[in-house]
């Protein structure tokens, strides 16, 4: 794990992630077997054949929390930079960054370390050929990634059993499945109370809106008559209320949306160790825009129906009386 932070100079980092050299977890150098390194290359569309000479080169993941199609961490300014201890020239040896890969979710190398570290992919035996120059190769140690099996206690107790009868020394083994199991369930369990209760306002607040224009509507039927008795077709009392639906839901816009903005904003800065601006959701918004007018429009519409065929003379009298 490197300490040196040359590799993450503001000028390697792109607008979003200026902060990142804060909120990193650390540099962490992973070496990769040469047969899935390459691959990792090719599915980048990086040429191999510099990643094999006499310098340990290695290349950068340009992604800290590990999600596809995200924005890029870091800027062509870092290749060429190096990432080393205190002292280049002692194990780890120093590792020249040659490229830039992008986050693959299905590939397993993407996933070795948690996210929130600045992840440095190397071929295996290029770093241990480089770490034997100032280390004795037989005190190097080495960790593999996570394994999947559909019997995890088996699996560690083979694993158990290899380590303890091989020459082997000083080995951890790590069984995840139960934690990731409690995990698993609280995290079902908060999006379900989330989800549920985001859907329970979501409804209260549509049949309230229902309620009401459809009340308003209703309350209107001797206007309604009286636009019919001087001639006003049906295609003109259409068009007052598609008025009014647009009047409406941009009043609502006008007023939730910078709300929202404000609200999400604060919740933003709640967030610890952050390392990226803050940046509304736009495609949200522009749903919830269309939302809000099909909403209205879809009311203001059923509610027109009802009094489509008003007698305008009973109409009237009604609500003289």
């Given at each position: ?72 961490v870091f800027t062509d300014t870092v290749i060429g930079r190096r990432a080393y201890y205190d002292d280049p020239a002692l194990n780890p040896p120093a590792v020249e ?47 593999f990634g996570v394994f999947h099996t559909g019997d995890p206690k088996a699996l560690e107790e083979k694993i158990g059993n290899l380590t303890a009868n091989g020459d ?146 009973e109409a009237l009298k009604e609500d003289a009386v």
């Amino acid at each position: 794990m490197p300490v040196n932070e040359n590799i993450l100079d503001p000028e390697c980092l792109t607008d979003e992630y200026k902060t990142l050299p804060d909120k990193t977890d650390g540099i962490m150098v992973i070496t990769v077997e040469d047969v899935d390194f390459d691959a990792l290359l090719e599915e980048n569309g990086i040429d191999r054949s510099g990643y094999y000479g006499n310098e340990l080169k290695g290349v950068i993941l340009d992604s800290f929390l590990h999600t596809e199609n995200s924005k890029s961490v870091f800027t062509d300014t870092v290749i060429g930079r190096r990432a080393y201890y205190d002292d280049p020239a002692l194990n780890p040896p120093a590792v020249e960054i040659g490229g830039i890969v992008s986050y693959k979710e299905d590939n397993y190398v993407c996933n070795l370390v948690p996210k929130k570290t600045v992840d440095v992919y190397v071929p295996a035996s290029m770093y241990f050929k480089k770490a034997a120059e100032n280390i004795d190769s037989s005190t190097l140690s080495y960790s593999f990634g996570v394994f999947h099996t559909g019997d995890p206690k088996a699996l560690e107790e083979k694993i158990g059993n290899l380590t303890a009868n091989g020459d082997y020394h000083n080995c951890v083994v790590h069984n995840l499945s139960d934690s990731i199991a409690v995990m698993d369930t609280v995290s079902l369990m908060l999006n379900t109370a989330m989800y549920g209760f985001t859907i329970l306002l979501t409804l209260i607040a549509m049949a309230n809106i229902v309620n009401t224009i459809s009340t308003a509507v209703l309350m209107r039927r001797q206007e309604f008559a009286m636009f019919r008795s001087v001639g006003m077709e049906e295609k003109g009392i259409r068009r007052m209320l598609l008025l009014e639906t647009f009047l409406y839901g941009f009043r609502a816009l006008l007023i939730g949306i910078p709300i929202s903005l404000l609200l999400s904003y604060l919740m933003f800065n709640t967030i610890a160790g952050r390392v990226f601006a803050f940046e509304p959701d736009y495609p949200m918004y522009i749903i919830m825009i269309f939302a809000v007018f099909a909403v209205v429009g879809l009311c203001m519409l059923l509610s027109s129906n009802k009094i489509k065929n008003d007698n305008i003379i009973e109409a009237l009298k009604e609500d003289a009386v």
